[in-house]
């Protein structure tokens, strides 16, 4: 089945740097790559995602990466703000499965002021 | 609230009890799926449904698990037998047709 790899497990950043958090996976009939954010106490959110026909994904502060040859996408946020910290999960899924994610371990962010 | 609900939001139980969980999807969402998340853990798939029909069962949903979502709309989760193992949270999700998927709040199952 679907492997997920999510680095690092731990970041922590100054207010206004950029943070970059990178996945990679092992299918490569994976077609759908959503990125979600838990806030602690709370219920995954869906942030931005990309589906495989794409290779880049912008929503203002938040981007998003694929590499189909490589099977690597990454999250990218700049302009952090303390609000930002959480963890975040990467994920992949296939048609075949429904589109049942496959999710990474996840990468705790800290953003200090 | 129009987002996905699930009842209850915590539930502790003596090991070997059974426990039902419920979760009601977005309105009209036809895909709704069930995870389950452990401490410093992604969530992981159990099971998923397309209207009614239960079409994927992952290798972690043991015998002693049982879904069902018999109108097409809300679903149950149970667990017989509860084993410490199962304590986690467990989490829903629905989505329309194909991709993006909504997640509940989540059950936080413990088991003493």
């Not at chain 1, 794409?54 to 946020?77: C, M, P, Y």
Request: proline share 4%; with cysteine.
């Amino acid at each position: 089945g679907e492997n997920v790899e999510q680095h690092p497990s731990t970041l922590s950043v100054q207010e206004g740097d950029s943070a970059v958090i990178k996945c990679t996976y092992s299918d490569s009939a994976s077609n759908y790559f959503p990125w979600y954010k838990q806030e602690l106490g709370k219920r995954p959110q869906l942030i931005i995602d990309i589906r495989s026909n794409v290779g880049e994904k912008k929503d203002q502060r938040i981007a998003v990466t694929l590499n189909k040859t490589a099977k690597h996408f990454s999250l990218h946020i700049t302009e952090t703000q303390p609000e930002d910290s959480a963890v975040y999960f990467c994920a992949a899924s296939t048609v075949n499965s429904g589109y049942a994610l496959n999710f990474g371990k996840g990468t705790s962010l800290l953003v200090t002021p | 609230d129009t987002g996905v609900s699930q009842d209850p939001r915590h539930k502790i139980t003596k090991r070997g009890q059974n426990v039902t969980f419920r979760c009601d999807p977005i309105s009209e969402h036809n895909r709704l799926y069930w995870y389950r998340q452990t401490l410093g853990q992604g969530p992981e798939f159990l099971t998923y449904f397309q209207n009614e029909a239960q079409l994927e069962k992952s290798r972690l949903l043991s015998d002693r698990f049982s879904a069902e979502r018999p109108k097409g709309s809300f679903s149950t989760l149970e667990i017989q037998r509860t084993e410490q193992g199962d304590s986690a949270m467990y989490l829903c999700a629905s989505s329309l047709a194909t991709y993006e998927q909504y997640f509940g709040p989540g059950t936080r199952l413990t088991v003493t």
